[in-house]
């Protein structure tokens, strides 16, 4: 994930390597030994449920927000608009994410026999820089979480980005999990004006 501030102007954007509704969640056959993770657009022919393949790549998606003059440290919350162009799971085709305003984030964690998990974690620099040296403190970019037709708690829950490395949640063996993060800039802070830039990295990994 990589965040900029232009002008006031707070860019945010994320990478990933690598049944429609509710907080979804999904127990897939075991098989082959595979694990998948898409954040924001991803590469994926068909779908899981249609015996489709996954795929590497997809591009890194922007997230950002324009903070005006008059608001500039005020505290008060400022959403951020993504450059994803799909919020359609690859779980069965359903439309789980609203593009642009959210970020999908899913995948899979598959293999025979029982027992385990994968772990999601985010991989955080310390802050987001701009030209001039100055810098925001990443822990200024939350998001919260959700998808169409939820009915309960999320298996990609809500947060607050830290420095470091740090785990979101993990994947059981043998299912299928996803969610639609929402992100914004705490917005508590005075600074200069420019492009501020910083990546967070997904990866999710088993044993």
Do not use: K
């Not at 974690?121 to 030209?131: D, E, F, I, R, S």
């Not at 996803?178 to 997904?202: I, P």
């Amino acid at each position: 994930m990589t965040a900029r501030l232009r002008g006031w102007a707070l860019l945010l954007s994320a990478a990933a390597f690598a049944p429609a509704a509710g907080a979804f969640t999904a127990t897939i056959n075991p098989g082959s030994r595979g694990i998948y993770l898409r954040v924001g657009d991803g590469i994926y022919t068909g779908t899981y449920t249609g015996n489709g393949t996954p795929g590497n790549g997809g591009g890194v998606d922007v997230v950002s927000t324009t903070v005006p003059a008059a608001a500039l440290g005020n505290g008060v919350d400022q959403v951020m608009t993504t450059t994803a162009s799909s919020g359609v799971s690859n779980y069965d085709g359903y439309a789980f994410c609203n593009v642009p305003a959210q970020i999908y984030v899913g995948g899979f964690y598959r293999r025979s026999g029982s027992g385990g998990a994968a772990t999601l974690t985010a991989t955080v620099p310390a802050g987001l820089t701009n030209a001039q040296g100055q810098s925001i403190a990443f822990s200024q970019i939350s998001w919260t979480s959700s998808g169409n037709g939820d009915t309960g708690g999320q298996p990609i829950p809500a947060g607050t980005f830290q420095p470091g490395t740090q785990a979101l949640t993990s994947f059981p063996i043998n299912t299928w999990r996803e969610s639609c993060h929402t992100f914004r800039y705490a917005n508590d802070a005075v600074v200069g004006a420019g492009t501020y830039t910083g990546r967070v990295v997904y990866t999710l990994s088993a044993p």
